[in-house]
């Protein structure tokens, strides 16, 4: 599970076994997780984050979105 970005306390990254679900990221922190959707951006799921958090998630992965879809694809393209 590569981790693609770090942005303050928040790790962002994809499961290896990803690959067959549309491009998206999972977030945790501590015992945290969500997990958006990249096209278009939007929450698919959520544990443990207060709604103030995945308002914070969703601006960085708004503001990082170009990067983190460049880093979806180049990873299951090169995983093949």
Known sequence: MPTILKAGAYRFFFYAGDRDEPPHIHIEHDDKL?????????????????????SRIQRLVIDHRSQLIKAWHDYFRNSD
């Open 34 to 54: 969500a997990k958006f959707w990249l096209e278009p951006v939007r929450l698919q799921s959520s544990g443990g984050f207060s709604r103030v958090e995945i």
